[in-house]
């Protein structure tokens, strides 16, 4: 008899296949299985496509498992919901499959959840970018490390959006106080304040009436600049 070569024994092997749902291997604990309970039941699988009956006196005559292995591990695969016995003894997988579908679930939930994480991140991330450049610009220099932090401080400690952040710093250089301490002090006083947007800024501003010089007053802005000005009501000392 021929001897086979190595090539013809790797097929034998790789056509001799238990194919595994890795969404099984990925979510078992969530699910609360043993690794010997899974092990079990890609044994399940195997047989089944072996075509061995799935009851307990073929498990008990056709697997490796002893009576009380085969009698507590199916036990415990009906509690847990992964296996279900008809009247006749037999073996229904149906169930392993109704799970591998609710991980299905699970699995996509959390791809389209670290999806949306990514494109928040994204746009904190332009959002930031955009402030900074801004800041660089009026600053008329390149920020410090320290003033960069200033700024990450303000979207996260104050929960500050870019838009208040920017009007903070238009209310800055309106006064012609083009620093990091001033403009802090203004988030912090519209932060206690509970200014979360423009809306809330601009419903305090509809009490006051504009001042004459608004003109003279714009004019300090740079003209490439929005002209929405915010008066003079939030004066911090």
Known sequence: MKKKQDSEIMLDILVDTT???NILLEYYK???LSEIEVIFLI???RWKQKGISLDIESLNENTGYSPLEISQMVTDLIEKGFVSMNKKGFLNLNCFFDKMREAWGWQEAKVMRIAGEK????????EFSYIYKKFQEEMGRPLSGIEGEQIKDWFSTLSMGGELIYEALKKAVLLD???FQYINKILLDWHSKGYKNLKDLE????KYTPKQNDKKVKNKFREDQDANIFEDVFEVD
């Open 30 to 32: 969530e699910f609360k």
């Open 203 to 206: 419903k305090e501003t509809k």
């Open 19 to 21: 194919s595994i749902p």
């Open 43 to 45: 044994n399940l699988l």
């Open 119 to 126: 494109d928040m991140v994204t746009d904190i991330d332009k």
């Open 177 to 179: 106080k083009r620093n």
